[in-house]
């Protein structure tokens, strides 16, 4: 198994830019590793982010929302699996804060945030039972 480098990634942030960016940010993030965590810890690989975001287009990206929305729940079950204390980022948490929480503008940097807390907790989570030391915060 991999040891995972990135395990105190902002998702707030990331979140605020990839909103800004109408999603072309993730696009590269996926491409610069995170994809291939995200196989790592799921044991499949998963459908590439950017052939989500084009099919996407078409639907006004709700096949992207749905596809983030299936992968987060995959992510809340292997944080169960593991034993981490919730909360937990998860389908209905990842769907209804990027449509309901656009009223409030900030909903998809809500739901990004849970999603990057959930996975910072399984990377250390697997890192640790795998041996790897814990990487301190910057």
């Given at each position: 198994m991999m040891e995972f480098e990135h395990t105190d990634r902002h998702g707030f942030l990331l979140g605020f830019?990839?909103?800004f960016t109408a999603g072309l940010f993730f696009v590269v993030y996926m491409k610069?590793?995170?994809?291939?965590?995200?196989?790592?810890?799921?044991?499949r690989k998963t459908q590439r982010y950017y052939v989500a975001y084009l099919v996407g287009i078409p639907t006004l990206f709700i096949y992207t929302l749905v596809w983030m929305a299936n992968i987060s729940?995959?992510?809340?079950?292997?944080?169960i699996?593991?034993?981490?204390?919730?909360p937990y980022t998860s389908f209905r948490h990842m769907f209804?804060?990027?449509?309901?929480?656009m009223l409030v503008l900030v909903g998809p940097m809500v739901a990004t945030q849970r999603f990057f807390n959930t996975l910072n907790q399984v990377e250390k989570e697997l890192n640790r039972r795998n041996g790897y030391p814990e990487r301190s915060s910057k």
């Open positions: 830019i990839d909103f610069l590793g995170l994809q291939d965590e995200l196989d790592e810890i799921l044991g729940e995959e992510l809340k079950e292997k944080a699996e593991l034993g981490i204390p919730g209804g804060w990027n449509t309901l929480g």
